[in-house]
């Protein structure tokens, strides 16, 4: 049985952050009601690329990035800003165990959508508001996005190349790592409020920020400015406590090499046929040698810059020396564990074709996670709306009808 069997959700978030916390409550086994706008969707169904649509030969409004934060909904299209929308949203919530949901505070009032409108309802609700910045305070109105969250929780301003160097400046990640990390954070508390539930019988509220989580991202970079005042700079790709560590070029690619203690600095010197290395003061300890980072640099440089990198790779792998290539996406899905991992599988997807999937990196040893391809909108807005509330099919095409599924 699934963890989270009869556990259900409704999620009226979008874009990224909430709706990752629900899909891996999903994979999970809860019955998530993903919530979309008739017509339109999720924002993240007009950011392509998109599945091919069959019928009209063009593109369908399945794109990657809707298939990637909501497997294993069921999408019910309704209109909450009118008052027979929220009604229904409302009659579902009182049937759910979860209420997710990522509008700006204080929002969905206007709807009889927010926490106390849903815990008068259902009083042992577990109602998780992702907010941007909170609920309250100078910034809870303002619009979150992720670029700008990377920039204002101090992300970017430690990724990047150091001041001097080429390049040099603050930089941001490509994936969205304030919105992943927010979801996985507000996961996380709602797991942790069932379990209160479970034990207590009460409801509680999950306020799930993404500056929070962002500043919480910044982790040891963060204590070391609260203790000592001095402000973390951009290193680019170098460790700052351990050296040798960080990127090198070989022959035919780039290597990671991560030889931080003095064992495994012993036999990165061996491979390179540079034994007297290790005697050198200057590179005695691990402190030492990021003392004199520059100057290591500059001798191991050279010898990595003669050698291919498979050489390399497997010569460091049978000496202990941590290592590893800098893979692009195709060679990520043709590496041997990635694949012996099946890291990536495919769904059956309700347009009549398999679609991709990563796989959720959580795997129990009892209860196996459960995967359902990402619907396509409104897909189940009938089926649920009829069983869950009761409704026929001459009321579901009125509503239909009438723009409001």
Same mark, same amino acid.
């Given at each position: 049985?699934?963890?989270?069997?009869?556990?259900?959700?409704?999620?009226?978030?979008?874009?990224?952050?909430?709706?990752?916390?629900?899909?891996?409550?999903?994979?999970? %086994?809860? =019955?998530?009601?993903?919530?979309?706008? *008739?017509?339109?969707?999720?924002?993240?169904?007009?950011?392509? !690329?998109?599945?091919?649509?069959?019928?009209?030969?063009?593109?369908?409004?399945?794109?990657?990035?809707?298939?990637?934060?909501?497997?294993?909904?069921?999408?019910?299209?309704?209109?909450?800003?009118?008052?027979?929308? /929220?009604?229904?949203?409302?009659? @579902?919530?009182?049937?759910?165990?979860?209420?997710?949901?990522?509008?700006?505070?204080?929002?969905?009032?206007?709807?009889?959508?927010?926490?106390?409108?849903?815990?008068? @309802?259902?009083?042992?609700?577990?109602?998780?508001?992702?907010?941007?910045?909170?609920?309250?305070?100078?910034?809870?109105?303002?619009?979150?996005?992720?670029?700008?969250?990377?920039?204002?929780?101090?992300?970017?301003?430690?990724?990047?190349?150091?001041?001097?160097?080429?390049? /040099?400046?603050?930089?941001? =990640?490509?994936?969205?790592?304030?919105?992943?990390?927010?979801?996985?954070?507000?996961?996380?508390?709602?797991?942790?409020?069932?379990?209160?539930?479970?034990?207590?019988?009460?409801?509680?509220?999950?306020?799930?920020?993404?500056?929070?989580?962002?500043?919480?991202?910044?982790?040891?970079?963060? @204590?070391?400015?609260?203790?000592?005042?001095?402000? !973390?700079?951009?290193?680019?790709?170098?460790?700052?406590?351990?050296?040798?560590?960080?990127?090198?070029?070989? /022959?035919?690619?780039?290597?990671?090499?991560?030889?931080?203690?003095?064992?495994?600095? =012993?036999?990165?010197?061996?491979?390179?046929?540079?034994?007297?290395?290790?005697?050198?003061?200057? $590179?005695?300890?691990?402190?030492?040698?990021?003392?004199?980072?520059?100057?290591?640099?500059?001798?191991?440089?050279?010898?990595?810059?003669?050698?291919?990198?498979?050489?390399?790779?497997?010569? $460091?792998?049978?000496?202990?020396?941590?290592?590893? *290539?800098?893979?692009?996406?195709?060679?990520?899905?043709?590496?041997? #564990?990635?694949?012996?991992?099946? @890291? /990536?599988?495919?769904?059956?997807?309700?347009?009549?074709?398999?679609?991709?999937?990563?796989?959720?990196?959580?795997?129990?040893?009892?209860?196996?996670?459960?995967?359902?391809?990402?619907?396509?909108?409104?897909?189940?807005?009938?089926?649920?709306?009829? #069983?869950?509330?009761?409704?026929?099919?001459?009321?579901? %095409?009125?509503?239909?009808?009438?723009?409001?599924?």
């Amino acid at each position: 049985m699934a963890l989270l069997h009869g556990v259900k959700v409704l999620d009226l978030t979008r874009v990224i952050a909430g709706p990752l916390c629900t899909q891996v409550l999903a994979d999970m %086994g809860a =019955t998530v009601y993903k919530i979309e706008k *008739p017509g339109e969707g999720d924002d993240t169904r007009r950011m392509g !690329p998109f599945l091919p649509d069959a019928a009209s030969g063009g593109d369908s409004n399945d794109s990657a990035l809707y298939l990637a934060y909501n497997r294993g909904k069921r999408s019910i299209t309704l209109d909450i800003a009118t008052p027979e929308g /929220a009604t229904l949203a409302r009659q @579902l919530a009182a049937q759910c165990d979860v209420v997710v949901e990522n509008y700006k505070a204080g929002s969905l009032a206007r709807y009889g959508l927010d926490e106390p409108s849903i815990r008068a @309802l259902r009083p042992d609700i577990v109602y998780c508001s992702v907010t941007g910045f909170g609920p309250d305070g100078p910034y809870a109105a303002r619009p979150a996005y992720d670029f700008i969250l990377q920039g204002l929780a101090g992300v970017m301003s430690t990724c990047g190349q150091p001041d001097g160097t080429p390049g /040099a400046g603050a930089m941001r =990640t490509a994936i969205p790592i304030t919105d992943v990390v927010t979801g996985l954070y507000a996961t996380i508390g709602i797991l942790g409020a069932l379990h209160h539930r479970r034990e207590t019988g009460q409801g509680q509220h999950v306020d799930a920020a993404m500056l929070d989580a962002s500043v919480a991202l910044n982790g040891h970079l963060a @204590l070391g400015y609260l203790m000592t005042g001095k402000v !973390p700079a951009r290193i680019g790709n170098t460790n700052p406590i351990a050296s040798p560590s960080e990127v090198f070029d070989c /022959a035919d690619g780039q290597l990671i090499v991560a030889a931080g203690n003095n064992g495994q600095f =012993t036999a990165l010197c061996g491979v390179l046929g540079r034994p007297e290395y290790v005697s050198d003061l200057r $590179f005695s300890t691990n402190v030492q040698r990021v003392q004199h980072r520059a100057a290591l640099r500059d001798l191991l440089a050279p010898l990595l810059r003669q050698r291919a990198r498979a050489e390399l790779l497997a010569a $460091f792998e049978q000496a202990g020396v941590p290592c590893g *290539p800098i893979n692009d996406m195709a060679q990520v899905f043709e590496d041997p #564990q990635t694949r012996h991992r099946e @890291l /990536a599988f495919t769904l059956p997807h309700g347009r009549g074709t398999d679609v991709p999937s990563l796989r959720n990196p959580i795997r129990y040893s009892q209860t196996p996670l459960h995967y359902r391809a990402a619907p396509m909108l409104g897909q189940d807005s009938d089926e649920v709306l009829a #069983q869950a509330l009761g409704l026929d099919a001459d009321a579901l %095409g009125d509503l239909r009808k009438r723009g409001i599924i």
